[in-house]
């Protein structure tokens, strides 16, 4: 009988997220779409579909009894949850191997093969690891030692070994486009596509250039707008979401991927993420004819001393500037503030507050500071006056109404007293409060505000089911 697959890719679930939130994991479909063309067999299961039961897993598991895993350690709110997956496994499956990759297994990796068991770890960027890795654990004649492949950490006899740290692909349209079909992608609710790798910028609370690095490599415009014209040729896909983080950042090649999805007649609707500096008219321009109905801004605070503090790189003037001339090109503008920044007080969050009742965006998110692996917030603790008073993963959520860490100047009860504030006087101005949980169907809301993380109001994603896939 011939092997179903090679290697068997699981995504750990995030319990504590809204299910709108989910899409199919695109780390682990570029993996799979990468060794698909190296000839590999490929399966996936994620237990954010499937639900959390392990001994489902298992079952799956012995149906179609892999040679390899592969685990994804992707967010830090789900690292207990992907330490629990690892466990049974390598407990239930003592002879299978497993391979773990993903930001918290470069981050957080000594836990992973210490206490989790782990074969092998993936640090950095797995569509490089992976390929060479599986040749050697399945045999394949000349198949390089493990030694010698760049970004692995494992053990041998007793001891931890690390390999030279691994490149990052420079030309990313050499990658394949992300397989898809290796999940159950009909059972998403939320689609997305990622444009470039790597983030210019430092700001102290995100983990960006940590993970993918300071040099932004962008694909180009005519693969972007391949991708989606699969979205909507094979899976009837027309509105998803850029997940990029400055997807502005490259004013030329936004042109042209608006010239190539006006060239070919897209009918598609869909949001992006940018920074507050890195917008003007005439990329708005370009925006609106593309499609993009809604644009995400970090906006983190209104006071420009906090702004130096975490490295934003950005003055408020240019923060309500582009709120300004967003809304007033008709755009759905979304902006996320975050409580708890080092050296702002009850007095600095009502200034932001003002300056949210002042510029009166789409939609507001208000999140608590959250000091990530990966971040200086993390790194540089003591020096940015924060400090963690909830060392539970699962509770690390983006909610302001259960922060796990506080400030010097704004304890955890402050910041929930300031959350509530904020809510209560933008519900007096005329937002909704939304906490994820609302049905997605409903009329596009025009002013909205949460406190943690809610998904874009870009209906049509959701509402798009296909039974299958057009070949």
Known sequence: MEKQTDILLIQPPYPNLAFETTNVPLGLAWLSAVLKREGFKTSAYDLQIEGTDLKKMGKYIEDIQPEIIGVQFHGQVSFNYSMDVLKYIKK????????????????????????????????????????????????????????????????????????????RIDDLDSLPLPDRDVFQWQKYPQWVILTSRGCPYECAFCSSSSFWGRTVRFRSAENVVSEMEQLVEKYGVTSFLILDDTFTLKKNRVAKIADLIVEKKLPVKWGCGTRMDQIDE??????????????????????????????????????????????????????????????????????????????????????????????????????????????????????????????????????????????ATLSENGYTHMTGQEELTKKKLDKVVSTGLTAFQLVESYKTKKTEAKI
């Open 92 to 167: 239930t499956f003592p002879k299978i191997k497993v391979v773990v990759g993903g930001q918290q297994a470069t981050f957080r990796p000594d836990p992973i093969l210490d206490e989790g068991g782990a074969d092998y770890i993936g640090l950095g960027e797995g569509e490089l690891t992976l390929p060479e890795l599986m040749k050697h654990m399945l045999g394949y004649p000349g198949a390089s030692k493990p030694d010698s492949i760049p970004g692995l950490m494992y053990k041998k006899n007793g001891k931890t070994v690390v390999t030279e740290r691994g490149g």
């Open 282 to 423: 005439s990329t708005l321009k370009d925006l609106k004819r593309a499609g993009c109905v809604e644009i995400s801004f970090g906006l983190e605070t209104a006071n420009q001393a906090t702004l130096d503090r975490i490295k934003k790189d950005i003055k408020v003037k240019q923060q309500k500037h582009a709120i300004k001339i967003a809304k007033a090109a008709g755009f759905q503008t979304r902006v996320s503030t975050m409580l708890g920044l080092p050296g702002e007080t009850e007095k600095e969050v009502r200034n932001t507050l003002n300056f949210l009742l002042e510029a009166q965006p789409n939609e507001i998110q208000i999140y608590p500071i959250l000091p990530f692996d990966g971040t200086t917030f993390s790194s540089k603790t003591e020096d940015m006056g924060v400090s963690v008073c909830d060392e539970n993963y699962d509770n690390w959520v983006k909610d302001s109404f259960k922060p796990i860490a506080e400030s010097r100047w704004l304890s955890r009860d402050s910041i929930v007293k300031m959350a509530k504030e904020m809510v």
